[in-house]
């Protein structure tokens, strides 16, 4: 076939571009809902922060385990919390290189470095497991948060990383999330239903159309046209979950529209707020928060950089530090009093129902070994109100696999997982 590098699909009357393939003569780029069971569904929230803890002050005394341990300076915010939290130490990325990318992998445990002649490759997230499988009731299947300030974070959209290991986008305005979460839509159902109809009807005209140019092409060709169909089915099938909610009012929030321009604390508090508020209405069961970290020191009044206070030694920078990591403690204690004091229909909390991570890929002053790790709530039916160290370089994704086991979802491995931590089955 003879097409030309301005080659297009057309269908419906719309032009879409073909992506690259060298074969056309492109330019060749660089290389259970609810578990099955009655009662409240499960949920999940991970939270992660850029540039880890400090060492010294944060993780509790290695030599102490088990529920009779003493909460570190750190952590000691958490202590009306103790008996629900379990802290876990000794795990680690194997692939992770990246010093500054505290989130990027954090979740899915893939080594950058999979795909021949790629020097950026993902996996799926955790997040993004328990979406396949207890997304499909809710409105969202999933629900991404970042902060307005992403430093230590690294490369991606969001915490959450799809089956193809690509980026899902996320939302870093309260507002435009609260909206997106409770609002009414201002189109009428008649137009919106329109144009989700108008829009599959063009996406399967230009697969018909696409598929003309299939045969003749190199392995490495067929392959990303393999893919960029799959990203056109990944829209449709969007497009469908948006069909079926159309006529489904949103709930009513649970909570006022917050104000506009929140940073730092006051940002990452009207974001639990938002969390729990998502749960509660059963809007999603699936969510991740990218933490802030310069805006969160600057709300603190800390003058050095969250970059500065992550090379921290005795002085400043080290208080800063401190300070940080006490400050992300009392935040998670919030969120649990928020889970606890939000009732099911059952009687039980949300809380009862909800697993909830919070950590990082670094662990202190850029190091990649030991990444701190807080498991918290009944979601997983983890063993909570212990001190957990496991063998050292232990596959962080050994934890995530517990957590989805544990929610009921049917996963023999995850990521660079090697097996479940026995300690944390309850």
């Given at each position: 076939?003879?097409?030309?590098?301005?080659?297009?699909?057309?269908?419906?009357?719309?032009?879409?571009?073909?992506?690259?393939?060298?074969?056309?003569?492109?330019?060749?780029?660089?290389?259970a809902a609810a578990t099955g069971l009655s009662g409240?569904?499960?949920?999940?929230?991970?939270?992660?922060?850029?540039?880890?803890?400090?060492k010294e002050t944060w993780y509790p005394d290695i030599?102490?385990?088990?529920?009779?341990?003493?909460?570190?300076?750190?952590?000691?915010?958490?202590?009306?919390?103790?008996?629900?939290?379990?802290?876990?130490?000794?795990?680690?990325?194997?692939?992770?290189?990246?010093?500054?990318?505290?989130?990027?992998?954090?979740?899915?445990?893939?080594?950058?470095?999979?795909?021949?002649?790629?020097?950026?490759?993902?996996?799926?997230?955790?997040?993004?497991?328990?979406?396949?499988?207890?997304?499909?009731?809710?409105?969202?299947?999933?629900?991404?948060l970042n902060s307005s300030a992403l430093e230590g974070?690294?490369?991606?959209?969001?915490?959450?990383?799809?089956?193809?290991?690509?980026?899902?986008?996320?939302?870093?305005?309260?507002?435009?999330?609260?909206?997106?979460?409770?609002?009414?839509?201002?189109?009428?159902?008649?137009?919106?239903?329109?144009?989700?109809?108008?829009?599959?009807?063009?996406?399967?005209?230009?697969?018909?159309?696409?598929?003309?140019?299939?045969?003749?092409?190199?392995?490495?060709?067929?392959?990303?046209?393999?893919?960029?169909?799959?990203?056109?089915?990944?829209?449709?099938?969007?497009?469908?979950?948006?069909?079926?909610?159309?006529?489904?009012?949103?709930?009513?929030?649970?909570?006022?529209?917050?104000?506009?321009?929140?940073?730092?604390?006051?940002?990452?508090?009207?974001?639990?707020?938002?969390?729990?508020?998502?749960?509660?209405?059963?809007?999603?069961?699936?969510?991740?928060?990218?933490?802030?970290?310069?805006?969160?020191?600057?709300?603190?009044?800390?003058?050095?950089?969250?970059?500065?206070?992550?090379?921290?030694?005795?002085?400043?920078?080290?208080?800063?530090?401190?300070?940080?990591?006490?400050?992300?403690?009392?935040?998670?204690?919030?969120?649990?009093?928020?889970?606890?004091?939000?009732?099911?229909?059952?009687?039980?909390?949300?809380?009862?129902?909800?697993?909830?991570?919070?950590?990082?890929?670094?662990?202190?002053?850029?190091?990649?070994?030991?990444?701190?790790?807080?498991?918290?709530?009944?979601?997983?039916?983890?063993?909570?109100?212990?001190?957990?160290?496991?063998?050292?370089?232990?596959?962080?994704?050994?934890?995530?696999?517990?957590?989805?086991?544990?929610?009921?979802?049917?996963?023999?491995?995850?990521?660079?997982?090697?097996?479940?931590?026995?300690?944390?089955?309850?």
């Amino acid at each position: 076939m003879h097409l030309s590098r301005r080659q297009v699909l057309r269908g419906a009357g719309s032009l879409v571009a073909l992506p690259a393939l060298e074969s056309l003569g492109f330019r060749r780029f660089a290389k259970a809902a609810a578990t099955g069971l009655s009662g409240p569904s499960k949920r999940c929230v991970f939270m992660s922060i850029g540039f880890g803890v400090t060492k010294e002050t944060w993780y509790p005394d290695i030599n102490q385990t088990g529920a009779n341990y003493e909460l570190s300076e750190g952590l000691s915010p958490l202590a009306r919390h103790k008996s629900d939290i379990t802290v876990v130490q000794g795990c680690s990325n194997q692939f992770a290189n990246e010093a500054h990318w505290g989130s990027t992998f954090w979740l899915t445990g893939a080594n950058r470095y999979s795909v021949p002649g790629q020097n950026m490759a993902n996996s799926i997230s955790a997040d993004q497991v328990v979406a396949q499988h207890l997304g499909q009731d809710t409105r969202f299947s999933s629900v991404q948060l970042n902060s307005s300030a992403l430093e230590g974070h690294g490369p991606g959209l969001s915490l959450a990383w799809d089956a193809r290991g690509k980026p899902k986008a996320g939302d870093n305005d309260p507002v435009q999330v609260f909206h997106k979460l409770f609002s009414a839509d201002d189109m009428p159902l008649e137009q919106r239903q329109a144009a989700i109809t108008e829009k599959r009807s063009v996406l399967d005209a230009v697969v018909s159309e696409a598929k003309r140019v299939q045969y003749g092409l190199s392995r490495e060709d067929s392959e990303k046209l393999d893919e960029y169909f799959q990203g056109i089915r990944d829209i449709e099938t969007r497009l469908s979950k948006d069909e079926a909610w159309l006529d489904v009012p949103k709930v009513n929030a649970p909570l006022g529209e917050p104000e506009s321009g929140l940073k730092g604390r006051a940002e990452i508090e009207i974001m639990q707020d938002l969390i729990v508020a998502a749960l509660q209405t059963d809007t999603t069961r699936s969510l991740t928060y990218r933490m802030p970290g310069q805006s969160l020191l600057q709300s603190l009044d800390v003058k050095p950089s969250s970059h500065n206070v992550s090379h921290y030694s005795p002085g400043e920078r080290m208080e800063a530090s401190k300070l940080r990591d006490k400050t992300h403690s009392e935040l998670l204690a919030r969120l649990i009093d928020k889970l606890k004091a939000t009732k099911e229909a059952d009687g039980s909390s949300l809380f009862d129902h909800t697993a909830v991570a919070f950590g990082s890929n670094i662990s202190s002053i850029h190091y990649l070994t030991n990444c701190p790790t807080v498991i918290t709530g009944g979601g997983a039916n983890l063993k909570l109100g212990q001190h957990l160290v496991v063998e050292e370089d232990t596959p962080l994704c050994n934890v995530w696999l517990t957590m989805l086991q544990g929610m009921g979802i049917n996963a023999d491995q995850h990521g660079d997982s090697t097996g479940v931590v026995k300690e944390l089955q309850s």
